[in-house]
């Protein structure tokens, strides 16, 4: 499995998606390279490699609408150079929001977000795991001889 982190907030759109420079060449940004990049290595690799698109951050207006042929029925990233890149069946999109404030209804809808927050969670979801792990652990160590 391979993760590829982006926070769409960090850079400008034309850095996001990409842009055409003053002399008409156009220069792919980082949510097209990282597209791309996953379609081909799924060629190369075979389907059983999974790709997985991490958007971290919060969400806006200005960049999920340019995701909106990602996220319906297409799943292809539309360029403004007009070529489209689709995404592979190895690959998934997640999205880890900071917050949901300027977020659509059809947004949250459309990618299945749920935001929790954490102090409607409680401590339980953190602890229970934490708890696993330790008694996991103190059975592991149970079982190492120690030598001197």
Not at 17 to 33: P, R, S, V
């Amino acid at each position: 499995m391979i993760v590829n982190p982006l926070n769409p907030k960090s850079v400008t759109p034309r850095l996001l998606f990409g842009d055409l420079d003053d002399a008409g060449e156009w220069h792919d940004g980082i949510t097209a390279k990282i597209f791309r990049e996953c379609a081909e290595d799924k060629a190369v690799s075979g389907p059983s490699l999974l790709h997985w698109v991490l958007f971290d951050g919060p969400v806006d207006a200005l960049w999920i609408e340019n995701m909106n042929t990602v996220l319906d029925d297409n799943k292809k990233l539309c360029l403004a150079n007009g070529e489209t890149v689709k995404l592979s069946e190895s690959m998934s999109i997640i999205f880890e929001v900071e917050d949901l404030l300027e977020a659509s209804p059809a947004t949250v809808s459309r990618c299945g977000m749920v935001y929790l927050e954490s102090k409607d969670l409680g401590w339980m979801p953190l602890f229970e795991p934490w708890i696993r792990e330790l008694t996991v652990n103190m059975n592991t160590a149970r079982h190492i001889q120690y030598y001197k």
